[in-house]
């Protein structure tokens, strides 16, 4: 099993920033992919960046140029900085890893963390 715990959402004014952290543990394998995903009110979850173990990344349109996601390999933690955010960014932002376990790719996601961008 693998433990995702997120950490550093809250409320920021229109056009501020905020930097997200996930730190995983438990069975930790190599092979794998971390990312962040998004739940707004009355919306499905969608996804927001990813990023693998050699740091290849991947961005939604609605956020390519303002966010940025990294990670820390030795500390199995991955980041995501959240700049000149809108009001459209507010949302539950949730953790997610997929894990190869030796047999199968396996997927875990935290409890999410609520970013709420308003004036």
């Known amino acids: 099993q693998v433990q995702l715990v997120e950490s550093g959402g809250g409320l920021v004014q229109p056009g501020g920033s905020l930097r997200l952290s996930c730190a995983a543990s438990?069975?930790?394998?190599?092979?794998?992919?971390m990312g962040w995903y998004r739940q707004a009110p009355g919306k499905q979850r969608e996804l927001v960046a990813t990023?693998?173990?050699?740091?290849?990344?991947n961005y939604a349109d609605s956020v390519n140029g303002r966010f940025t996601i990294s990670r820390d390999n030795a500390k199995n933690t991955v980041y995501l900085q959240m700049n000149s955010l809108k009001p459209e960014d507010t949302a539950v932002y949730y953790c997610?890893?997929?894990?190869?376990?030796?047999?199968?790719?396996?997927?875990?996601w935290g409890l999410g963390t609520q970013v709420t961008v308003s004036s």
């Open positions: 438990g069975i930790i394998f190599s092979i794998n992919t």
């Open positions: 997610h890893r997929n894990q190869w376990s030796g047999t199968i790719f396996m997927d875990y």
């Open positions: 990023i693998n173990r050699v740091g290849l990344t």
